[in-house]
């Protein structure tokens, strides 16, 4: 089979599908598969199929690497699955194997070249690509289908992202290079040439050969091809989605960011966590980081809780204003005076000296309507009453 397969391509310039060198296989795509994800695609070329589903997460959720390298944790993670299934066999289902974790290594390069900054789109982003039917080239179809889902679930990709896998048939002097192989082809050739990339240039490659070595003349051609080759199916890639979507997917976590004063991160988080805690159960449950610059993000799926979460900090963040009035609530009595609740951690005092003597004595819940007279260094604000108000 290996001596006759080699024989057709090598001497009549056939390949068992009836395919000339440089031509690639039948290819379609489709996005936004699954209705509930934050993105999916499906990438079919012959009879290599790949669905890809993108889930966007917080930038708190990035995965933390327990190893020997520098590289602490992980923003972006792509999980390549291999079944049985795909290649007609049947097997058990177990953690990854060195090929799996290979392949989702490579394409996870390929697309860390063109995904935007943190500070652009500060998610973290897990991709996990599931191989529905193999026949060559799979790894290269993840690409593929995980640039389609990225772009569709609106991570704003600098560019798509296609790869192909280029073979080789050497018999001495003569020798084929073959574009988008298929299972045989690589099992009976000399070599497997991955080459992923834009219309701008390569993002990632990886070379297996059976031979002894390739010549560069070969290594350029087989460049040059895989590049023509690239490009056709990027082309048509864009028939199915051009550009990155303007907006994450509905079902994806909106986000906000701000800027508070590093000074000011303690009041944000409070003696261990309550007040962010409390502004997190009050905002519907979104997730808050905060990182040592002072910068805050906020995610949740619904707006109006991004909104009044960034409102409640604002109102521990932003200090009231000398002069303003505002109408605030009893909460605390002492000798002295009274503590009233301003905004949202807030407190003013309002001592006796500022109450004018015909006035009753103040009680706990009542609402009083008072003037910002003074802050100190401490940022403590003293208070003067403009009139009282019923008791709720």
């Known amino acids: 089979m290996k001596k006759l397969v080699r024989d057709f391509i090598i001497n009549k310039k056939i390949r068992l599908d009836g395919r000339v060198n440089n031509e690639i296989r039948p290819l379609t795509s489709i996005i936004d598969v699954?209705?509930?994800v934050h993105g999916s695609a499906l990438f079919t070329r012959g009879e290599t199929q790949v669905l890809s589903i993108v889930t966007l997460g917080a930038m708190g959720e990035h995965q933390i690497i327990d190893g020997l390298t520098e590289e602490e944790s992980k923003?972006?993670?792509?999980?390549?699955n291999f079944p049985s299934f795909s290649v007609g066999e049947t097997g058990r289902f177990g953690p990854p194997n060195r090929r799996e974790i290979g392949h989702g290594a490579l394409a996870e390069k390929a697309l860390l070249q063109v995904l935007p900054s943190i500070d652009d789109f500060p998610y973290t982003i897990r991709v996990v690509t599931e191989v529905l039917a193999s026949n060559g080239s799979t790894s290269q179809a993840a690409i593929c289908a995980s640039s389609l889902a990225l772009m569709a679930s609106g991570v704003p990709l600098k560019s798509g992202v296609a790869g192909i896998a280029m073979g080789l048939i050497k018999e001495g002097n003569d020798y084929v290079i073959l574009s988008d192989i298929q299972g045989s082809e690589d099992?009976?050739?000399d070599m497997d040439f991955k080459v992923s990339g834009t219309n701008q240039g390569i993002c990632a490659l990886q070379m297996d050969i059976k031979i002894d070595g390739i010549t560069m003349e070969i290594f350029k051609e087989a460049l040059l091809q895989a590049k023509i080759g690239r490009k056709h199916i990027l082309d048509n890639m864009k028939q199915t989605i051009n550009i990155s979507r303007n907006k994450v997917n509905k079902n994806a976590p909106k986000i906000k960011q701000l800027q508070i004063p590093i000074n000011r991160?303690?009041?944000v988080i409070g003696a261990g966590g309550k007040v962010i805690t409390n502004i997190v159960e009050t905002s519907s449950n979104v997730k808050i980081d905060i990182n040592d610059q002072g910068k805050v993000t906020i995610y949740h799926k619904d707006e109006a809780s991004i909104l009044m979460a960034e409102k409640l900090i604002k109102d521990i963040i932003e200090?009231?204003?000398i002069g303003e009035i505002i109408t605030g609530t009893v909460v605390r009595i002492e000798k002295f005076g009274y503590f009233i609740n301003l905004k949202e951690n807030i407190d003013g005092l309002l001592h006796n000296s500022k109450i004018p003597k015909n006035k009753?004595?103040?009680?706990?819940?009542?609402e009083v309507t008072v003037k910002v007279i003074s802050i100190d260094e401490k940022n403590r604000v003293n208070l003067e009453l403009i009139n009282e108000i019923k008791i709720k």
């Open 360 to 366: 009753p004595l103040l009680k706990l819940k009542q």
């Open 34 to 36: 699954l209705p509930i």
């Open 75 to 80: 923003r972006f993670m792509l999980h390549y």
């Open 265 to 267: 991160i303690r009041d």
């Open 319 to 321: 200090p009231v204003i």
């Open 187 to 189: 099992h009976f050739g």
